[in-house]
């Protein structure tokens, strides 16, 4: 009985911290979009002044290319 | 979107430059058509637009985009890419509709992308902000094709971000079902936390459940257990589960009996006991059983809600791609507005290929209109100064001006659309299939648990409501309320890969019955654009009169040009063109004087023989428009045109003979037409000139005799009769209006489809009753069980699943669409 005393209480946080992830990546949106973010990750450069990645064009490099 | 299936040419390989082989285009990599083909340049495209793009892509560093791309894709060709100026993005009207901004000036603009199809786009659009100053972040949902775009409102307009993106080859759209996305958003989030939350209750609840069947426990453990198994189902019951309860309360407030009724029964009565048990220490609960029921039953929810809402998703894409503007005359000026910023007394001026932005009267200049989408006249109209024009009609010929008379609701379109949504409202309700059988079934439930009571009261009293509880749970249409969802969504998921988009499944239902199928004829059984079907005499002479008409604007000269690529004749250069506006056209091709056009054109140039005069007059008998050609003088042939059959309708028609539907042809064509179509395909019932209303009419008295009606159409004046009608079936390149209002929509050409579409409605139906079979059996047998007094919790929690697990695996495992 004491050891039940003890696991079914952390169970029971591990239950409610598990449901209470699942609800917060529903409610921030993501399970949105399941299929674009899958693409997205073969690109290797990120864009958007909010990453404090440069706007000068990573791609310039192949321009002399053609 | 441009799929284009036939490219044989690989990309990457640089393109020869020998002129005849098939040269890749170097953005799309579809062949490079002859007179495209420079071997002095550097770079070859198939068309300007393909140029402009890939000058755009470069000129920003973005050459990564061929790298990424994925050649095995459907390619596709950005037609006209940098020419449309998007100058009402930056009227101020747009700005209060689609713009949301904040008060820093960063702004928010949704927009719906056409052509969007592979990782690479996504990589592309996202570099947004590399191409135009001022974007600060694009983020595009390759599955919708629907880009969010923020930006500086300080520093760019959104006329520059769409002209970027339409440079890049995405023709944009402001993307208009917002509001509607937000809410489905909601629902999506909503669903999903429900059916996590359940499955995260079922399975605990099971586990303690496991502990509780391996035995020997002391009672103070097998408390905590059952303790811990009524927590989980309390909390599966009061969050997830609540809608259960819901729906019956409603459903029993309607005095109409839905499945929700016995599954809320179930779960009651089931928890009430378990929680009376586990409170005395005795008795079984069924905690696992009653979680696992609300599990399942939420993922069958879920599953059929999506699958339904993805047609409707890929029918709005389609209607938010028709244009929304019109070129407005300010001060003799043209001005791109939207259409909803025209008033009466406006002057607007429509180009050649417009489409109509109001109704008005011409009153400057004459053209001829394709009114096929109103009133499915397959010939286009002529109309002169002074002549009315309908919105919606197609200028095929030259810029005219009109005089707006009645914008909005008030055209003759408009009115249309209300007749549609007045149908569509006195539409007698559907009973569902499963809906009906719930009725049934709740009462023959309650009978049995009633009787089960009564006969273990004399027997053994004190387990006699527990012996009907347990009948009570084990009889929970869980395989049912699963068994219709699934089955159908699997057979709607189905039929939208084989390119049929199905808006509800209970019109799969009603498909499946043989009934009266009305054809509309323009556009359905024809292929809705005006063709050369036919060539009498000197055929040589097609290749002169392309060179002639090759750039003329009229349907004519459009249909000779094709004419001529089909029989794979090489384009020649023609001096002297001169297009008469009505008449035809004259021209000169390596020194022969060629004149083509109206019988009364081409005799006023050149003289014809009575064996002309002939053919001309058999043109007419046969229902095409003849158009006569002649060369140095003398008329040599005469081309007949008209709106061919699509090659796969006489196979269709005879398909649905096969299948027991009563055909008809309701169009709003020429009746000599629609008799000579009718003739060719064996349909005996066939009736011209039909009216959109008429059409309406044609439907309710198919009805009237108690037929199921399925009306098939294209254009809005089969709109209305979709409404009307027991299912409504929109084939591809139908109008915006019938989309809204047609229960399926035909993404693929032809009628191959619709016959797939009844043939796939049968085996749908097929699977739903041996679903219903298969789950009445399991609770025959649970049930017998169960009044006999010899279920228990084990029994019943393998039963419960088994049955699920059976449907489910025979509803994914039919052939219902495609192969």
Redesign the interface.
Known sequence: ?SI?GIA?PV??LF?AA??AA??WA??T?Q???L??PA??V??DDE????RGVS?R?S??R??D?? | MTPVTDATTPRGARPARTAGADVACEHCGLPVPAGRLDPDAE?LFCCAGCDTVHHAI?A?????YYD?RDDADDRVRPDGAGVRRYAEFDDPAFREVHVVADATGRARLDLYLENVH??AC??LV?????VV?GV??AR????TGVARVEYDEGSVSPGEIARALDRLGYPCRPYRGLPMEEHR?RE??RH??AI??SG?CAG?AMVSAFALWGGAL?P??AL?LRG?GLLFTLVALVWPGRVFFQGALSSLRTRTMHMDVPVALALAAGTLQGAWNTWRGAGETYFESITAVVFLLLVGRFVQHRQQRRAHDAVELLAAVTPATARLLRDEEEHEVPVEALARGDRVVVRAGDRVPADGRVVAGSSRFDVSLLTGESRPVAAGEGDPVAAGAVNVAAAVRLEVESTGAETRIGRVMELVERSARTRPPIVRLADRLAHGFVVAVLALAIVTALVWIRRDPANAVEHAIALLIVTCPCALGLATPLAIAAAVGRAARAGILVKGGEVLERLARPGVVLLDKTGTLTRGEVRMVSLDGDRGVLGDVAAVEAEGTHAIARAFVAAADDASIPRTAARDVEHVLGHGARGTVDGRAIVVGSGRFVRAHASASPEIDDRERGMLDRGLSPVLIARDGQAVAVAGFGDPLRDDAPAAVEALHALGHELAIVSGDHPTIVRAVADELGVTRAEGSASPERKVEAVREARARGAAVVMVGDGVNDAAAFSGADVGVAVQGSAEASLASADVFLSREGLGPLVELFEGARRTTAVLRRNFAVSILYNVVAGGLAVAGEIDPLVAAVLMPLSSLSVVTLSYRSRTFGA
Do not use: K, Q, Y
Not at chain 1, 47 to 50: F, Y
Not at chain 2, 60 to 64: I, N, Q, S, T, V
Not at chain 2, 126 to 130: A, D, F, K, N, V
């Open positions: 009985m039940l079914v169970a029971l239950v598990a449901i699942f609800v529903v409610r949106g399970m949105d979009d299929e674009t693409m997205r073969l690109h864009v958007g002044s909010e706007r064009p791609g310039r192949s321009a290319r053609g | 770079l470069r920003a560093g973005l050459e990564r990424l592979c990782a996504v990589w996202e570099r947004l902000p590399l100053e600060i972040e595009l949902d390759a599955r958003r999506d989030r999903l936390i996590g939350v995260a605990n002391s103070g453990h905590l811990l």
